[in-house]
């Protein structure tokens, strides 16, 4: 609910602070004295259209700051939360306006869009006037509200799945036709394919394998080379292993002698003398399978590059041919079995088609019976409220095939036949301003606070009525304030004695200035300001015995 309300410098007003309490709190004053500006003031912190005209007169900017306590799991943290703003009750609007009309927002002293202040707005505040409405003449929210009155919840829940599953088969439906088409368009070329790669056979890792082979047999010469100088160190003119056996014969000669001092060095010798004979064998074998073969390079080359330029072909790697060769074969399978699975597809969409039907029926059903309660009871709240021959209609249009969603297979709006024997039409194109405002009202009551915000506003729902009328409206008013917070700009004394909190605007001039001021009332103001509005500039004891049944009765 809407719990404090500060404005500086907005049109007459220069500074002011509302601390609202009670479900019920009426704004009453004289015609002229200020009561729009509140409104104006407001709808700046909920996001309305700033104009440089609201800044008072001298002053530089104008501010205004709401403040509303709301529960922890309100629809307006959640709001935030999805656009990454963390936020804790209570929740602060403030809204800055310059004289050069540019305005900044901010919520609990962060810095947002105007956009996102107006969403948070509209969630948190609805405002029924003569000249303005939020909410209930949005035909965007009829339908939830009919569903939340006729607590539909489980078919709204069911047609959604329906309609979700009905997509999903539909697209993949979509999804393989496009695919066949496109497969069809290509069935020459896809068959070529695959038989030129079957028949290439590519293997994953053959490129490596090939450029691996092709420079090996493109080095063989200087391997030969290579090996043949390595042959000749070991056996040539240094003949290294004949040197490593005489080293070796000479110190056994004296082993005896040495008193085993030669030992470490003649197990080296031998060492040596095995290793090199070793090494001069694997050197004869390296040398024997050294031989060029120019047939064996050119085909390990003609492979190479043949591979290379399959592969530049189809836009793949080459070790992605073979896999490519895979994908191409399934492709051709699937045209092959294109009527077996597009006959499962189709069935599945059929059966998808049926099933959301079947739910948007019960969810039509169920809706067209709430629609004649809601009709009949906002039909009874109508006369009461000076509007007995207007004619509330819950409209349920069918949708075309192709616009059916997840809320269903109908548009539903709230329409009014304002005179017997007229077509009902949109509520704000039949009804006058006040007409329009019990209108809401009634709605409202009807709905019992279904996809209500917490706190709403009426801006002189009692123009143009009186007596019982203004009665019934009164009684109606404090009827919704049993389930969330009313706000009531009135003239009737009749509404303003509901009001379990009253506030009265004045406008006074001094030094040649003009300001308005708000004033909480306490019970003996209060009864001299209903007194007023009955009796107008002066005041009787006949007025105030008056106000003080209305007093009483209201209480």
């Given at each position: 609910?809407?719990?404090r309300?500060?404005?500086?410098d907005?049109?007459?007003i220069?500074?002011?602070?509302?601390?609202f309490?009670?479900?019920l709190s009426?704004?009453?004053g004289e015609?002229?004295?200020?009561?729009?500006?509140?409104?104006?003031?407001?709808?700046l912190a909920?996001g309305d259209?700033g104009?440089?005209g609201?800044v008072?007169?001298?002053?530089?900017?104008?501010?205004?700051?709401?403040?509303?306590?709301?529960?922890?799991?309100?629809?307006?943290?959640?709001?935030l939360?999805?656009?990454?703003?963390e936020a804790?009750?209570?929740?602060?609007?403030?809204?800055?306006?310059?004289t050069?009309g540019?305005?900044?927002?901010f919520?609990?002293d962060?810095?947002?869009?105007?956009?996102?202040l107006?969403e948070?707005g509209?969630?948190l505040?609805?405002?029924?006037?003569?000249?303005?409405?939020?909410?209930?003449?949005?035909?965007a929210?009829?339908?939830t509200?009919?569903?939340d009155a006729?607590g539909h919840?489980?078919?709204?829940?069911a047609?959604?799945?329906?309609?979700r599953a009905?997509?999903?088969?539909?697209?993949?439906?979509?999804?393989?036709?496009?695919?066949?088409?496109?497969?069809?368009?290509?069935?020459?070329?896809l068959?070529?394919?695959?038989d030129?790669?079957?028949?290439?056979h590519?293997?994953?890792?053959?490129?490596?394998?090939?450029?691996d082979?092709?420079?090996?047999?493109?080095?063989g010469e200087?391997?030969r080379?290579?090996?043949?100088?390595?042959?000749?160190?070991?056996?040539?003119?240094?003949?290294?292993?004949?040197?490593?056996?005489?080293?070796?014969?000479?110190?056994?000669r004296?082993?005896?002698d040495?008193g085993?001092?030669?030992?470490a060095?003649?197990?080296?010798?031998?060492?040596?003398?095995?290793e090199?004979?070793?090494a001069?064998?694997?050197?004869?074998?390296?040398?024997?399978?050294?031989h060029?073969?120019?047939q064996q390079?050119?085909a390990?080359?003609d492979?190479?590059f043949?591979l290379?330029?399959l592969?530049?072909?189809h836009?793949?790697?080459?070790?992605a041919?073979a896999?490519?060769?895979d994908t191409l074969?399934?492709r051709?399978?699937?045209?092959?079995d294109?009527?077996?699975?597009l006959?499962?597809l189709?069935?599945?969409?059929?059966?998808?088609?049926?099933e959301?039907?079947?739910?948007?029926?019960?969810?039509?059903?169920?809706r067209a019976?709430?629609a004649k309660?809601?009709?009949?009871?906002?039909?009874?709240?109508?006369?009461?409220l000076?509007?007995?021959k207007?004619?509330?209609?819950?409209l349920?249009a069918?949708?075309p095939?192709?616009?059916w969603g997840?809320?269903?297979?109908?548009?539903?709006s709230?329409?009014?036949a304002?005179?017997?024997?007229?077509a009902?039409g949109?509520?704000?194109?039949?009804?006058s301003?006040g007409?329009?405002?019990?209108i809401?009202?009634?709605?409202?009551?009807v709905?019992?606070?279904?996809?209500?915000?917490?706190t709403?506003?009426?801006d002189?729902?009692?123009?143009?009525?009186?007596?019982?009328?203004?009665?019934?409206v009164?009684?109606?008013?404090?009827?919704?304030?049993?389930?969330?917070?009313?706000?009531?700009?009135?003239?009737?004394?009749?509404?303003?004695?509901?009001g379990?909190q009253?506030l009265?605007v004045a406008k006074?001039?001094?030094r040649?200035?003009?300001?308005t001021?708000?004033?909480e009332l306490a019970p003996?103001?209060r009864r001299?300001?209903?007194?007023?509005m009955?009796?107008?500039?002066?005041?009787?004891d006949?007025a105030?015995?008056a106000?003080?049944?209305l007093?009483a009765g209201?209480a």
């Amino acid at each position: 609910m809407l719990s404090r309300l500060s404005i500086r410098d907005v049109v007459l007003i220069e500074k002011l602070d509302l601390a609202f309490h009670g479900s019920l709190s009426v704004l009453t004053g004289e015609t002229g004295a200020g009561k729009s500006i509140l409104l104006d003031a407001l709808g700046l912190a909920l996001g309305d259209r700033g104009q440089a005209g609201l800044v008072r007169s001298g002053a530089e900017r104008a501010q205004v700051t709401a403040e509303f306590d709301l529960p922890g799991d309100h629809p307006a943290f959640r709001l935030l939360a999805d656009r990454e703003i963390e936020a804790e009750a209570p929740l602060i609007l403030r809204r800055v306006l310059g004289t050069d009309g540019r305005s900044r927002a901010f919520v609990n002293d962060q810095s947002v869009s105007i956009g996102l202040l107006a969403e948070l707005g509209a969630l948190l505040v609805e405002i029924h006037g003569q000249h303005e409405t939020r909410g209930l003449l949005d035909p965007a929210t009829h339908r939830t509200l009919l569903d939340d009155a006729g607590g539909h919840d489980k078919l709204v829940t069911a047609t959604a799945a329906a309609h979700r599953a009905m997509a999903e088969a539909e697209a993949a439906e979509t999804q393989a036709r496009e695919d066949l088409a496109r497969a069809l368009r290509d069935q020459d070329f896809l068959r070529h394919a695959v038989d030129e790669l079957d028949a290439f056979h590519p293997e994953p890792g053959e490129e490596a394998r090939l450029a691996d082979q092709r420079r090996f047999l493109m080095s063989g010469e200087k391997l030969r080379d290579a090996v043949s100088a390595a042959e000749g160190a070991l056996s040539g003119e240094t003949d290294c292993i004949g040197a490593l056996n005489r080293a070796l014969r000479l110190l056994e000669r004296q082993r005896n002698d040495a008193g085993g001092r030669l030992d470490a060095a003649l197990a080296a010798l031998e060492r040596a003398t095995a290793e090199a004979a070793d090494a001069a064998a694997e050197i004869a074998t390296a040398a024997k399978s050294l031989h060029a073969d120019p047939q064996q390079l050119a085909a390990v080359e003609d492979r190479l590059f043949a591979l290379r330029a399959l592969a530049r072909k189809h836009d793949v790697a080459p070790d992605a041919l073979a896999e490519l060769a895979d994908t191409l074969r399934a492709r051709l399978a699937a045209i092959d079995d294109s009527d077996a699975a597009l006959g499962k597809l189709a069935a599945a969409t059929k059966k998808a088609r049926a099933e959301f039907a079947d739910a948007a029926r019960a969810l039509s059903a169920a809706r067209a019976k709430t629609a004649k309660t809601l009709d009949a009871a906002v039909g009874r709240e109508l006369p009461p409220l000076k509007l007995e021959k207007a004619r509330f209609a819950t409209l349920l249009a069918p949708l075309p095939e192709d616009q059916w969603g997840p809320s269903g297979a109908e548009r539903v709006s709230f329409e009014l036949a304002a005179n017997p024997g007229s077509a009902p039409g949109p509520l704000n194109r039949v009804a006058s301003g006040g007409e329009l405002a019990r209108i809401m009202l009634a709605l409202r009551v009807v709905l019992a606070g279904h996809g209500a915000a917490p706190t709403l506003v009426f801006d002189e729902v009692d123009s143009g009525i009186s007596g019982a009328t203004a009665a019934a409206v009164g009684e109606r008013l404090a009827k919704l304030g049993d389930d969330m917070q009313v706000l009531v700009v009135t003239h009737s004394p009749q509404v303003a004695a509901r009001g379990l909190q009253h506030l009265r605007v004045a406008k006074a001039t001094a030094r040649n200035a003009t300001a308005t001021s708000v004033a909480e009332l306490a019970p003996d103001e209060r009864r001299e300001e209903i007194a007023r509005m009955l009796a107008g500039a002066r005041i009787t004891d006949e007025a105030r015995a008056a106000a003080d049944r209305l007093l009483a009765g209201g209480a």
